[in-house]
């Protein structure tokens, strides 16, 4: 059984959709009940069958409030079984830069992006130490690693990085594995809003990215199920950046710094 919370946003769909056709069940988590209710007739329009989507439990559950939460993944898990794998998807920013973010903006993006994901894994570490199995996957960001604006979110994309490595050295012992995933740029809704003041802003970053281009939500959905998979057995702690290339180095400056071209 897969975990994944933030399910109906942009990569939750993906990595809901690649679960389900991987063949596992799935516990689909998200606030919004609405978006919920309607995941299982998106994920539909994209591919996932009649039989893949039986597999689907949705659950509305808030990952800001932890002891709601342990209690609604356990009344699950009563129901559909026990989970092998977490995905902690759920992320948000509020305060795009220092001056514009507010006391409460910080406390909001922290609650949301570190707290919540640390209460994801205590409503699943428990069991999963007592079955000396398990598999936690935590999604960051390039934000983790580089100023980049944003910068609540991005103190606990950075904090998650350290959890992260403390989940792995600690739970090894008990056959748990722990790896966060960073990803760079994804066309998701959640950038709609940047392209609404400025609808060049895609192919403005291009030049940014080594590779020219930027994950899409399977990408990073291709990431998570390689982290979550036996072929990662020996993989743990590890912060992987799904960037094109971001966090490689920026072309751009390098030709100004050397006075090459490249």
Known sequence: MTLVTGAAGGIGQALCRRVLQAGDRLIAL?????????????LAGQGVSADDLARLHPLVADVTDCAGLCDKVATAVAAVGPVDVLVSNVGAA?????????????????QLNLNGA??????????????????????GSVNALTTLGHPAY????????????????ELGAYGIRANIVLPGTVKTPAWQARADKNPQVFEQLKKWY????????????????????PAARVITGVALPVDAGLMAGILPMAREITVEDY
């Open 118 to 139: 640390f209460h994801c894994v205590e409503a699943v570490r428990h069991a999963m130490v007592e079955r000396r199995s398990g598999q936690l996957v935590l999604i």
């Open 154 to 169: 991005s103190a606990a994309k950075a904090a998650l990085v350290s959890y992260t490595r403390s989940l792995a050295m």
């Open 30 to 42: 998200d606030h919004d009940s609405g978006a919920l209710e309607g995941l299982a007739a998106v």
């Open 94 to 110: 509020r305060g795009p830069t220092v001056r514009k973010t507010t006391p409460q903006d910080w406390q909001a993006d922290i």
């Open 210 to 229: 080594p590779l020219g281009d930027f994950a899409t939500p399977d990408d990073v959905a291709d990431a998570v199920l390689f982290l979550a998979s």
